[in-house]
């Protein structure tokens, strides 16, 4: 397996720059997600790495070689696509094993390639099957298979799992991740879906509008975002964002007032007095009573506009202050909306960014 080293890298069609320069290290067996809502670029850089997008501008390594004209069949990369490019006149081993006939391998050496990326996709017994008789979760595995035989210096994966349902989907999520762990490959993967990029990356890289955002470990992301973007991508449900001006307490503590009520800021957020901040907490961090007070701390009143119970947890849409709000709690809840109740936001938990450039504070 291989390092990819991309420096500088940007990507303009005409007068249109989509991608502005990338900066980023993926290191030997390592599994890194690009993700980023549609259009940040993501799969554009994916491309450019295969070789099927040229380079605007920077440079392109792998393996200390530079890979910026190098064609693509010359790059020793396997692309794993969403629509999965199966041949369907042939069967599922000629489709594993067509690669290495174009290479010219020996009958033995493909069927011994075939057989031992089977076993390992658990196809073994769908060998002999057309394209067409399988279904969606066994032609993606069919399209991985035909990857793992060339034995390459990296596999892409460009949404490969948009096109299944969601029980498939977390199934193949699972396959995906155990197949990286069995064979130690170095694996890019892209997807606009947050909850695969905490699941199957050692790190994630965030893009918007062609820019990285931040590069990070899943937890690291979740738990210290550096910009308002990251924070509002990364989590399921979508972190609660409220604008708010810093006051600065009788014991100099920074403050900042929400809904009628002043709340106590991080001890390292670094604020000053007036300065404009928005506050982010995640639904799981907040706490809602039937009682303004909770441990000496004061809530913020609350209606109830929607509860959604998914049976392990219960999602509460509030209306905080005219402000959106959503609450994920363990409990079942038994309130009905417009019930009235008060919602509490811990200190330890709160996200501070600068409102002017969204930048985080703490």
């Known amino acids: 397996m291989s390092s990819i080293s991309i420096n500088n890298l940007t990507k303009s069609y005409g007068n249109v720059q989509v991608l502005h320069g990338i900066d980023l290290e993926i290191q030997d067996r390592e599994f890194i997600v690009l993700v980023g809502p549609s259009g940040c670029g993501k799969s554009t850089l994916l491309r450019m790495i295969a070789g099927l997008e040229n380079i605007s501008d920077g440079d392109l390594y792998i393996d200390g070689s530079r890979m910026n004209k190098v064609s693509p069949q010359k790059r020793d990369l396997a692309m794993v696509f969403q629509s999965y490019a199966l041949y369907p006149h042939m069967s599922v081993a000629e489709n594993m094993g067509f690669s290495l006939s174009l290479r010219g391998e020996p009958k033995s050496v493909i069927e011994k390639e075939v057989g031992e990326a089977a076993k390992v996709l658990h196809l073994e017994d769908y060998l002999e099957r057309l394209p067409k008789n399988l279904s969606g979760g066994q032609r993606q595995r069919v399209a991985m298979g035909r990857a793992i035989v060339r034995h390459p210096k990296a596999f892409l994966f460009d949404e490969p799992l948009s096109n299944l349902d969601a029980k498939l989907r977390t199934h193949m999520r699972a396959e995906i991740k155990q197949l990286h762990q069995a064979l130690g490959a170095t694996s890019i993967y892209v997807t606009h879906d947050q909850i695969e990029a905490m699941t199957l990356a050692d790190r994630i890289v965030v893009l918007n509008a062609g820019r990285i955002e931040q590069v990070g470990t899943p937890l690291e992301l979740f738990d210290k975002p550096m910009t308002k973007f990251v924070a509002g991508f990364i989590g399921a449900p979508t972190m609660n964002f409220f604008d708010g001006v810093v006051e600065i307490g009788e014991d100099q503590t920074p403050l900042v007032r929400f ?3 002043s709340f106590r800021m991080p001890q390292n957020a670094r604020v000053e007095r007036n300065m404009p901040v928005t506050i982010g907490i995640r639904p799981q961090h907040l706490c809602v009573t039937s009682s303004a007070e ?22 509460l849409l509030l209306d905080v202050a005219g402000a959106p709000f959503i609450v994920q709690t363990k409990n079942r809840f038994h309130a009905h909306a417009p019930d009235k109740l008060y919602v509490h936001l811990d200190t330890e938990t709160m996200h501070v960014f600068d409102t002017a450039n969204e930048q985080r504070l703490n």
């Open 259 to 261: 809904g009628g009520v």
């Open 294 to 315: 909770r441990n000496g701390s004061q809530g913020v009143r609350a209606s109830i506009e929607l509860i959604e119970q998914t049976g392990c947890e219960t999602n």
